[in-house]
């Protein structure tokens, strides 16, 4: 691992690339402005052709407006929620441990559908690119189901069963009704936007989320406060918003996805159920959805230890919790457009150029969550008191803050790392990772500090920085080995 970061600094491109467009961090000034423009219009560029720092920067550009648009679904929604008192605060906390396992699922599926679709779109196989993105959609359809009739008839049972207080029960449980009864809408938003970006298109990604924060912003404070005509509807209305957003987003995605990116096209002769493809997205689906539901239960345990602790806590951490997602959302970009370069250069036979982009993105990411770091340390409490007045949920908060950044950098390391062998197809291996950190590590001693030691919140969040940051560094190290290259999908 040691090497690898000493060669950091003078990588160099693939022998492909000398024959192509200069990388746009060594363009002028026009011509930067020229590759933004293209990395939100959208290229036809040839992602394991063209210069590596070229196709990052245009992967990696609308890959990270897409996921800051889709953080701040979230900032908005406590940002007006907050103003509804802590308890309102914990029933969002306390709905998204059931988003959470939703969201595996989706993520996990999500993942395998961006290797699949990348792969073929390397081979340059685009009508199976098309008949996979297709099938991927069934798929999540039929995964959104049991969370709708749960979320419709047991609303109040989950809150309780999560430790909530009376008045979540009682007045929040609508929330949790429309968020996971109208599930669909993010299980679509998260594996179409994994098509277009496996396929390279990921300025349509980017688009279908501008759409939808835009309306959940317009509808937020309009239902949860009400004007004119329209009633106030509390913390119901923040989920009315954020499902209407969502639909509509679904709706441009579907639209677009017919009309043919730049990358890959559905047709309607490709309406159809092939269970072979079915049971391919599936079986390289499965080591995802693992990785993701053992990460995300985690945080399930976490916040039940948080709930006894009290509604402070929960409310505490959850508002962190939508400050850190937020800005790790450039982050993340970085790491999915790692993914994508994975797996088309991959199945264009360049594993060489594939690894080439994780260690290149990785220090980009570790330059960006230094960056971070520093006003997670400086202006921790600042940056809770945009969402709350209540002093012991601003202190909870920034302590977290404050401790995550001490090694936030590991965090660009962990997700490019990880990304990769999600890419390359290889989700068996962060799911035996997770599973190890999170579950064998995280619970155990995160309930030790704060319940038998009496740590409080406190033993929670530091729980969480010493497994976190040790499993950033293992991931990192797996990666190295680069048994990924050899995996097919």
């Known amino acids: 691992m040691t090497l ?48 590596l720092r070229r196709a990052i920067f245009l992967l990696a550009v609308p890959m990270i407006l897409e996921l800051v648009m889709e953080s701040t679904f979230a900032i908005v929604d406590i940002f007006f929620v907050g103003k509804l008192g802590s308890s309102a605060i914990a029933t969002v906390g306390l709905t998204e441990t059931y ?39 069934f798929l999540a359809l039929l995964c959104s189901i049991p969370f709708t009739i749960a979320g419709i008839f047991f609303a109040k049972d989950l809150l309780a069963l999560m430790g909530a207080d009376a008045w979540s029960i009682e007045h929040g449980y609508r929330y949790t009704q429309w968020m996971l009864g109208g599930n669909a809408v993010i299980v679509l938003l998260f594996v179409i936007n994994a098509i277009f970006r496996g ?22 404070p309009l239902l949860i406060f009400g004007w004119g005509i329209v009633p106030a509807m509390g913390i119901e209305g923040a989920a009315i918003a954020t499902n209407i957003g969502r639909s509509f987003g679904v709706a441009v995605q579907v639209w677009a996805l017919f009309k043919g990116g730049k990358h890959i096209q559905v047709k309607l002769s490709q309406l159809y159920w092939d269970a072979k493809i079915i049971l ?29 602790v009290g509604s402070e806590a929960v409310a505490g951490a959850t508002i962190a919790l939508r400050i850190m997602l937020f800005t790790l959302m450039p982050a993340w970009g970085l790491s999915n457009a790692a993914a994508t370069l994975v797996g088309q250069n991959l199945g264009a036979g360049n594993p060489e150029r594939a690894e080439s982009s994780v260690w290149k993105i990785g220090f980009y990411n570790m330059i960006f969550l230094i960056v971070v770091s520093v006003i997670y ?35 660009g390391w962990w997700m490019v790392s990880g990304q990769a062998f ?53 991931t990192l190290w797996l990666f190295s080995r680069g048994s990924w290259k050899t995996v097919k999908v």
């Open 377 to 411: 340390f400086t202006f921790n409490e600042s940056l809770m008191q945009i969402f709350t007045e209540d002093e012991r949920v601003i202190a909870i908060g920034a302590e977290w803050l404050q401790i995550l950044s001490y090694s936030y950098l590991v965090y």
């Open 99 to 137: 988003l959470f396992l939703l969201y595996s699922l989706a993520m996990g599926l999500a993942m395998a559908v961006t290797a699949i679709i990348a792969r073929r779109v390397g081979e340059k196989s685009t009508e199976d690119a098309g008949t996979a993105a297709m099938q991927s959609i």
């Open 4 to 51: 690898h970061f000493n060669q950091l600094g003078d990588m160099k491109e693939s022998r492909n690339e000398d024959l192509v467009v200069e990388p746009a961090a060594s363009l002028p000034s026009s011509s930067m402005w020229q590759a933004l423009k293209d990395a939100i219009r959208g290229t036809e560029a040839d992602y394991t052709m063209i210069g």
């Open 280 to 308: 391919n997205i599936i079986n390289t689906s499965l080591g995802g959805v693992a990785q993701m539901i053992v990460a995300m239960t985690s945080w399930i345990f976490l916040m039940r230890i948080l709930a006894d």
């Open 422 to 474: 999600n890419g390359a197809g290889d989700t068996k291996t962060p799911t035996k990772i997770n599973l190890v950190f999170f579950w064998l590590i995280q619970i155990p001693l995160s309930y030790y500090l704060a319940i038998t030691l009496d740590w409080q919140h406190t033993g929670v969040f530091w729980g969480v920085f010493i497994s976190e940051t040790s499993v950033g560094l293992f």
């Open 199 to 220: 396929a390279g298109d990921a300025a349509i990604a980017m688009r279908v989320l501008f759409i939808s924060n835009g309306i959940n912003v317009l509808l937020d």
